[in-house]
Every structure is written in C-alpha cells, then in structure tokens.
C-alpha cells in the first residue's frame, strides 16, 4: 500500500500491468473484489448482483463527503475537517424543510443545502484565519454550533422529501443507481480540477510544501479557503441527498461519516501528510468499506467485530503506509 | 504589578475567570443552584468529564490527539458494568491491558511517525467495537463498592469539587512540579533538545500514552459508578469535551504548554454551561452550541492577547 | 602550555555531505587550559567540525581522541558528556515551555527527587550570577518569554553548570550573536577565568576583536581544511582577514573585467531600505544588473530578499519577482513531482485559459527550459527527487526565468552544487541578465561575486558595505563581514 510512484518500470513487457500496479489507488479495488467475491461465495453466488448495486448507492454518499475531506486532507498536514456530520445534519434538515415535501421546490432546497454548506464552510476558514488554531479544533468547535443549530430546528422532523426527489435518490437506470452514477461524475470531475486546473496544482502544491508553493508565487490563503468551502459544499450536497434517500432528515444521519470520509482517503491511496492525492483510490476505498460490512453481515458477525475489524483496517492501512513528514496529520 | 498583568498571567486567568462568569451568572439567575445540592445536581457528571480532559491533556502535551478518548471512556464503563462485578479479576486485568494497549499506540505512533489523528480514530472503532461485543444493548451493573464510592456523601462541600481539585492538584504535581514530569512536557517543547540531552522520547511518549490510557480508565469506571450501568455509546461526546476542556484551560495544541489545573478548570465550566443554559430556560438543543461557542470565545480572547504580546515584543 | 594535557585530538578528520567535501582532514587539538579561536568564512567547515566534537555528527574518516583515548563509532552526544564536553549549539536547544531551572534539570539526570526544582533552581542561578552577574533572570521564568539574548545567556550559564559529570571543554559557537556589548564581555571574562582554572573553550565568531582578545591560540580554516595556526599575539585583525581568504584568489579577483563599474542611471528596478537598517542606505537594483549579497551566513541577507519578495508591485520593487531557493528541501522543491511539474508550477497562471491548465504549452515550456538550463533528466516526467542535487538546483531556476518575472531573487542557490553545474548557471544568468532581466543573488561564496556588477555586503541585518565591481577584492567583503567589536557597537 506504500506509495509506489517513484519505482522505476521493470520492463516494456510488464509495463502495463506495473503501471497499473504502480497506482496506490489499486489495492482499494482488489480489496473492494476479493471482499466482494468472498461474500459471494459465501452465498453461492446468490444476490450478488443487488449486493452490488446497494454497495454503489451507499459509497455514493462515503465518496461525496471522501472527496472533499480529500482535498482539505491533501493541502497539508494538519488540515482536516471535523464538521462534515453537523455539516450533514444541519445541510439536510435545511434541505427537507425548504422543500416541504414539495416537488417544485426541489432545486430551491437542495441549492440551500449546498449554500449551508459553502457558509459552514466559510465560517472554519475564518475560525482557522483569525484566531490562528489548527484546523481540527476550529472545525471542531464550529461543528458543536452547527450541530446545535441542527439539533434546534431539526429535532423531531418528521418531513417527507418529496416524491421526486425520494425516487431519485433510490431510482435506478438500467439496473445503476442514478446517485452512483452522479458520484461518478463527481469524481471524474474532481479529478479534472485536481489534476487539470491551477487551483488542483495549488493544493497538491502546498500540501508538499507550504512555504515553497508561496514562494513559487502560489496564493496560499486563497487555496486554502477554497478547500475548505469546498469540502463543506460537499458535505451539504451530501446532507441533502441522504435525506432524500433515507425518507427524512434525521439528527444523527451525519454520525458515521466523520471516519468514514477520512477512512476512504487513507484507504484510497492518499497521503494523510498532504500533497498527494487520487480521486479513483476513494470510490474503491469507498466500494470496499461498504462490501466489507456486507460481507461481515453475510458472515453473521455482530455489529461489534465489524467496528472493530473496521478500525483495525484502517490502522493497518496507515501502518503500512507509513508516516512521512512530521506534524499532525 | 506588571507581571501580574503579562500576557502569560493573563492566558493562565482565563479559565478560572470563565468559571467566575459562569458562576455568577448562574447565582444571578438560580441563587439557590449555588449550594450543596445545586453543585451535587449540577456537576454530577462533571468529575468522569474531567478525567477524560486530564487523559487528553497527557497526548496534547506531546504533539498528539487523541479521538478515541471517548469511545475508550465507553469501553471502560463497559467493563466496569459487566466483567468488574461478575469476574473482578477479569475485569481488573482487562482495564490494565487497555492501559498496555495505550502505550502500545504511543510507541507505534512514535516509531512509524504516523498522524495520531488516524490512528485513534481507528481506535474509536476498536474501543466502540469491543464494547458492542461486551454490552450489546445498554445495561449490566457497577460494582457495589465502586458505586458507594463514587457517590459518596461528604459532609460541607460535595465530593465532585474536592475529587477534582484533587485530580488537578496531583496531576499539576505529577506533571508541572516533578522532574520527570519537567522532561516529558519537554518533548512537547523541543523533542530534539530533549532527544540530544540523553532521554528516550519513544519512552517519553509511551508513558504519557499509558497515563492518557489509565486515566480513561479511571473516567469510564467514574462513569458507569454513577450511572451504575454500562452503554457502549455512553461517553462518545467526551472526545470533543476533552479536547475542549484541555484548549479552554489554557493549553496549547503544540509546545507542550498545558495546564492541568486550567483543563480541569476548563471541564467545569463545560459541564455547568448546560446547567445555566436550563436555568436561562433555554432548550438543552443549545447546549453543544454553547460549548463551542464558549470554546471559540475563550479562543478568541487568548489570540487578541497573543497578538498584544506580539506587538509588544 | 605544552606542559597541559591533551583533551582532544583530531587528526586527518574527514566528513562530506554528498557531492560536498565539508571537511577535508583536519588536524587539530585541544589543551586544558586554554581557549582555542576558530575563524573562518562561510563554508570552512566549523559547524561541521563542532559537531563531530560535540557527538552529533561522526566523522567520515580519520581519528578522534578524547582524552588519550580513541573514540570509536559509539561516539554520541552522551559519550561527548561523559568526557565533559559540551556544545553551545548556534540554534538554541532549550524547551520554550520549560522554566529556566527545569531546562537546567534536562541536562543534568542526577537533579531528582524531593526538592529538585530548588536544586536545579540554585544551580543555573549560581552559572547565572558567575557568568553574567545582574542578569535579571529568575530561574522561574518561562524560556519561551524571555528575550533572545537572555535565552541566550541561559543556554550558555547551562553549559558551564556542573553537577555529577565534569566539565573539560565547552564549544561556543557564535555565542555573542545576540548579545550586547556589556553581557558579551562578561562572558569572554567568564571565558577567561574557566581557561585560568584549567578548563577549555573553543570559541567560534564573526567577531575578530572577540577571537583576538580572548584566545589564548587561533586557528584559521578554510575550505575544510586548517590553514592557519598561531598564538592570539601574532595576528593582527588585518593578518587574520588575509589568512582566511585565499591569495591565489584575489589576483582573480582583480583580474575579473575590472571595467563597467558605473552604475546604470534611471529607475531602478529595486530601491528598498532592509527592515534593520539603521541608516538611510537602500538595496538597489536596476533593469539588467547582477546585484550580489555578501556577508555571513545569516545576517540578513534572505530576510532581504524575502522583504523583496513579499512588496513586489510596491513603490520599492517594481515588477515580478521569483524566487530561487537556496534550500531546495525546505523552500524549494515539490518533492512528489515530476521535473516538468516542478518547472513550470510558477508560469502556469500565465499559460492557464479560464483556471485550466494547458499540459500541451506545460510540456514545451518545461522542454524548451530543460534544453536552455541543461536539465540532465532522462525524462521530464521523472520525479524530481531522482535527479541528483545539481540538477534539482537548475530546475529551480529554470522554476523562476521560465515565469518570465522582471526580478529573480536567489537565496545561496549553489549550495552544494558541482562545479560545472555552476559554470553553466553563471553563463545563463548573464545572458538572461543582457536581455534587461535583474538578479538579486545572495551568495556565501567569494568566487560568485566576481559575476555581480555591484556588491553590498550585509551584517546584523543590514548594509554595511557596497562594493562596484572594479572594487570588489575578498579582503574587502571579509573585512565588512568580520568587523571588530568596537566598530560592531
């Protein structure tokens, strides 16, 4: 699981089979299918087909909230943000009263979320920026308001999203979830703004080395606020679709997804030190933290060896992986 | 005169001061709640809080973090309501283990440089996890002898003031006043000074990793005394509480600058903040709220006063 | 004094750090009772030097012996104690958020138990009141709120305090660099009287008054190597500047085109008064002028720069600027990268459309540079850490003349850099300097100055000399740079 990319190519022969093994975004995949397969050989083959499809809509969510943590993650050590489940329970209660139940407010409500979200998101950078505190305790402490606010108008909502949107959210084309299908999109082109944009350059650029991206003529804050509204844009857009999905906005529908969005990014083959980053490493990390608690079920283990073999995996991962740099990742 | 008015006086007064405004606005609003019984009621669960802030003050002091002091908190309740009363010596050799497996974490972190962040919050899931597996639904007992003595009656003033000015006294001793304890804030301060002068930092951070571990332990045993049952989601919160707690008494995220006298402080003042909310008749929706509002208040004040000693140097 | 022993021996003492030959076998020893001045110019080699003595580096040949016996490979930090040397190093090492006594505690493991902080507490004061009497340092303080120079005079007072091991010699390593003048003499009496009961110092400074007034014996070094050594007595300050500079060199230097002196008239590109400058006097530099930085290691050269860097398109710096790294590690390279990536990060913007970068304009700005600056890369792909230190060096600067800015700063950029590579640099910035482009070129190398059109060398962070070319000897940068106590104050 090391990051590989600096190993010179063996042979023309093998090339393709060493690039691509050469990815560290490879081994999520493997795991995501031997995962995968084991659970089907376990039931002889029997719904593995719609154990897929259930996988694809879920990672769907791990990899909206996976990509922004991604980027925040990847602008350096230190950087990282705690609020994405208020973020998620604010943007999606938000989401539900707006809409009301109402198929014509759809865009309005989910717009909403979004913007909840980019102001969460304003909010931490101006927490980090002028009471200069580390990232994680200004994430932290704004997501004890957000959560309040969420808790205060959210607590016992009993709002239906509206029939539309509940159907795209579970609907289905040609046998693929509509969501997985936006995730994927998403990604593809987060990975053209990681790869192909200044401001992607920018952020893998500070995250190897803030002071040499400044003095390369890199706008630091600039980049840095961006992330952040970024990542918390996601968690909104996020918060709204979960609440679709799941019939109602509920308080606590954020919870899981504060590990679960630094989980996919460690897993996927990012650095937790900053500055590399692989946007398809994160939907096979996704896939396979998904088919990994399936998989665990069809077993019949308890909910208890799946937290801890959850837990387990990512700290082998990172063991694996290795620390480099210093600082607090 | 001037020392007394230096910034660093100033920092240190913060927390203490936060308390008084917390106190007298609560004395405005409920007189009576500042009594025996009002402090008995309102800081109840104020002591296991406070445990929980020393156990982080202990990673924070050497450059870490650690997210799993709730889940680990849980854990601990979990064992002290299940294996503590059915097999004592199970249950006693358990919670040391967990110490084990602390400092443990402490030398893999050290020696594979690995981000702490991730590393607990792997552990989260283990400790969650585990206690899933000990209590699968919310029950189980306390020992007897650990509920007499946790709710103990003291006579003048109530048992959870004088356990935490206890607590803050013999660790401020342990860590601010001893030698050793000199040397460990010392590989927050400058890990490479200490390193060159001859002392182990893997060492270093081990025993501070265990000592996060054993007062966990004591936080989840406080706990589940006065809860007198056990639930493996019981004390998730003290994660961001204890990070909270440690920030808001005046300690500093690197440098190995903490006060466990202001985190103890700091726990108070988070614990009796919902008390004065209910008091001002505000839904407990809020109480979160004001926690991180408080947080970034007393955050905001010590970085005016960072940037008036800034000026001023 | 040859009747006093030996502490330490070295001899033919060898140490590189890659390509670079940091000491090239040093001969030197040490009596009890004496203190031994070390001078040289920037790059001779004393750091090293201490820091083999002092047990944090271990030398890469020759012998060490410490006391009359030789020192193997176990020879550490602990080791060195044992023998009772000590070493003031340049960075302080004190905690910040230690008190002064509990600092003093780190050093010396037998201050324990009960009543500790007194002890601890009544031995730093006791270093403290010898060393700087009326210091006004409790030992309670806090280092992290105490001034530079006191926390200076702590790790110093640190050094001299003695518990259970003894103390032979102790290494000071610029120790007066942000002393005043007062605290600075106690410590050279405090030196004085170590020396007189038998002790040893080393002392390193910039300051040749210190060195001759205190020594009891100097040693000039140069280029890794000890090239002179006498009693104190026998140098003057003038011989000393001489010893450390190079003869054979000089001439070069004079020889260099001694023509086109005459500062160019008009706007200049840069005209800024550095922040610690006492006096009115600016740096400047004009469109197509090479304007060298001399001085020191550390006295302000790149915070100048850097102050350059940060008011570019201000009313002192008119233009762009870029900025090539000295240390590639820390304000340089990207280290996950590719050669192409980390050419072209600084003129992305310029060949961008709407935010999104062109890989097709990338990819022939990073050939087109790799083939005008000599990148010996296979492949512009290639990460950038498999290329060898030079040609890291020249892909930063290809980074900053690619972006096309008027004003290239560079901060010792050929550190560690081979020869060749060197000469291949020199010839691209005067060609890029002919076709109306500035450089800003801090350098800690003589030899470098000869291809600047104007020197100004700086000290304590300002400008104390500024040499036109046709003047420009070493003598005359070594004496700014070295100036005596007295003319220092």
Known sequence: ?329 | MSALLSPRMLRAALPPLALLVLLVAIWIQQPRAISYTGFNLMLNLALPIALATIAQLFIITVNDLDLSIGAFVSFCACVGATWLAEAPLLGVATLIACVAVYAGLGALIHLRNLPSIVVTLGMSFVWLGLSVLLLPTPGGSAPEWLVSIVKFRMPLIPFAILMSIVLALVVHLGLMRSALGAVMRGAGGNPQAIARAGWSLLRIKMGMYALAGLFGVLSGLTLVGMTTSGDANIALRYTLLSIAGVILGGGEFVGGRVSPVGAVIGAMVLALAGSLLSFLRISPDWQIGAQGAILILVLALRSLLNRAEARAA | MAEHPVIVRLSGVERSFGAVRALAGVDLEVRAGECLGLVGHNGAGKSTLMQILAGTLSPGGGTLVVHGREAGAGYSVLEARRHGIRCVFQELSLCPNLTVAENARILHPTIRGFGWRKTAAALIRGALDEIFPGHGISPFDVVGDLSISRRQMVEIARAFSVTAEPLHLVILDEPTSSLDQVVANQLTDHVRRFVGRGGSVILISHLLGEILETSDRVVVMRDGQVVDGRPAPDFTHASLVAAMGSVAREETARAADAGASARPRGEPAVGLRPSRQRDDRRLVVHPGEIVGLAGLAGHGQTAALLEIFRNAGGGDVRGSVAFVAGDRQTDGVFPLWSVAENVVVSSARRLSRAGVTDPGAEARLAEEWKQKVGIRAGDMADPILSLSGGNQQKVLFARALAAEADIVLMDDPMRGVDIGTKQEVYAIVKAEAEKGRSFVWYTTEFDELKNCDHTYVFRGGAIVDDIPRSDLTEERVLAASFESAEDAA
């Open chain 1, 1 to 329: 699981m090391t990051i590989t990319r600096d190993r010179p190519e063996p042979s023309p022969m093998s090339s393709f089979a060493a690039r691509l093994f050469s990815r560290p975004w490879i081994w999520s995949y493997l795991a995501a299918v031997a995962v995968w397969f084991a659970t089907a050989t376990f039931t002889g083959g029997k719904g593995s087909a719609d154990v897929l499809t259930v996988a694809l809509t879920f990672s769907s969510f791990f990899v909206i909230v996976g990509i922004g943590q991604m980027f925040v993650i990847t602008s350096g050590p230190g950087n990282i943000d705690l609020s994405i489940p208020a973020n998620i329970a604010l943007s999606g209660a938000l989401a539900m009263i707006l809409m009301d139940g109402s198929n014509a407010m759809i865009p309005v409500g989910v717009a909403a979320a979004v913007g909840c979200g980019l102001l969460i998101g304003v909010f931490n950078y101006v927490l980090i920026r002028l009471l200069a505190i580390p990232p994680i305790i200004a994430t932290l402490s704004a997501s004890f308001i957000v959560q309040s606010i969420a808790i205060a108008y959210g607590r016992g909502l009993k709002i239906k999203p509206p029939p539309a949107f509940a159907e795209f959210t579970t609907g289905r084309i040609s046998g693929v979830p509509i969501l997985a299908i936006l995730a994927v999109l998403l990604a593809v082109a987060m990975g053209f703004v990681l790869h192909r944009t200044l401001y992607g350059r920018a952020v893998t650029a500070i995250g190897q080395n803030q002071r040499a991206a400044g003095l390369a003529g890199i706008s630091v804050d600039r980049t840095r606020v961006a992330t952040y509204v970024l990542c918390a844009g996601l968690a909104g857009l996020c918060g709204s679709l979960l609440a679709g999905f799941s019939g109602g906005a509920s308080l606590n529908m954020g919870e899981e997804y504060l590990l679960a969005s630094i989980a996919v990014v460690v897993i996927g083959g990012s650095s937790v030190a900053g500055g590399s980053s692989n946007v398809p490493g994160i939907w096979g990390a996704a896939l396979f933290m998904y088919l990994l608690v399936t998989m665990l079920n069809t077993f019949g283990v308890g909910a208890g060896i799946r937290l801890v073999a959850t837990g387990l995996i990512i700290i082998t991962v990172i063991t694996l992986a290795g620390g480099k740099k210093t600082g607090r990742g």
